[in-house]
């Protein structure tokens, strides 16, 4: 039987990434034991992989599809088909930077600076190209990680990946500039995104994932109104789309259901009440697909 070969990011984006799927409808097993994490779908198959491997894997066919974030595809040099961007992270639903950062004491301010200093980072070939493109020459090191503690003991400088400084500021590091910004990205092989059954299965997993994420932070709010209230509660609606709005039995008042973000449900619930809403009813929800 045909299988689309998965290859779920092991690592930082392991749980972000097994949430994001169940959102979307999959439920993952993942043993601790093994790299293939059980999956309530026949058609695919999921291997357990680095984030850092994952697109030479998918250049290579031995995975269909793959998650992993920019910094690595653009790291490893490998050709993928880009099928979404999730943006998504270990920590939440944003991106991530690449930062060049020193010591909160050192006299360098900007790339210029670092002409003939040392830089340690894990992504070498993306700091690289972005110091010749500066016009740069310094010695850039891999680091195996614990990257942050390299300076200034070791190193002049990092190129680390950060979603929120805290570990830099924890370390006494400041940011000088941004190399880039990543998210990540559900990428294919080429030759199977040809292939018409598997690009269909594949597409159609994007969608639930963009579904899943789109609908993070956010939550429908379902509510009875009688007509001559409607306009002044629609009014503090702020929905996606125009609210939908249906005729009740009685015909003198309708249902009204809508989108918010979540962040403003308490906000808006009392001024729904004082507007005249009735049977206001919040609920959750897991994807929103247009």
């Given amino acids: 039987m ?26 993952i097993r993942v043993d601790a034991r093994s790299y293939k994490p059980l999956i309530d779908d026949d058609d695919i198959e999921c291997l357990m992989i680095r984030a850092q491997e994952i697109p030479k894997y998918v250049e290579q066919g031995v995975l269909d599809i793959g998650l992993c974030g920019e910094d690595w595809i653009q790291e490893s040099g490998a050709s993928v088909q880009e099928v979404a961007e999730l943006v998504y992270s270990k920590n939440g639903f944003g991106k991530v930077r690449l930062v060049l950062a020193v010591p909160e004491e050192s006299p360098i301010r900007s790339v210029k600076d670092l002409a003939g200093k040392r830089i340690a980072t894990e992504l070498v070939r993306v700091t690289q190209s972005y110091l010749a493109r500066n016009g740069v020459a310094a010695e850039v090191e891999f680091s195996w990680g614990a990257t942050e503690v390299k300076a200034p003991d070791l190193v002049d400088a990092i190129a680390d990946l950060t979603e929120t400084g805290s570990s830099l500021r924890a370390n006494k590091l400041r940011v000088v500039e941004t190399i880039l910004e990543s998210s990540t990205k559900l990428i294919a092989n080429a030759k199977t995104y040809q292939d018409a059954w598997k690009k269909e299965k594949i597409d159609e997993i994007a969608l639930l994932l963009e579904g899943a994420i789109l609908a993070e932070g956010r939550v429908g709010l379902k509510m009875n109104v009688d007509k001559k209230d409607l306009d002044a509660v629609v009014a503090l609606l702020p929905a996606l789309k125009n609210p939908t ?26 001024k729904l009440k004082k507007a005249g809403a009735q049977g206001i009813v919040e609920y959750s929800i897991n994807k929103i697909v247009y």
């Fill in 2 to 27: 045909t299988k689309i070969k998965l290859g779920i990011p092991k690592g930082s984006l392991q749980d972000s990434t097994l949430r994001l799927f169940q959102k979307a409808g999959f439920n």
């Fill in 245 to 270: 709005v249906s005729d009740l039995y009685d015909k003198q008042s309708v249902a009204v259901e809508t989108i918010v973000e979540e962040k403003i449900v308490r906000e808006i619930i009392p």
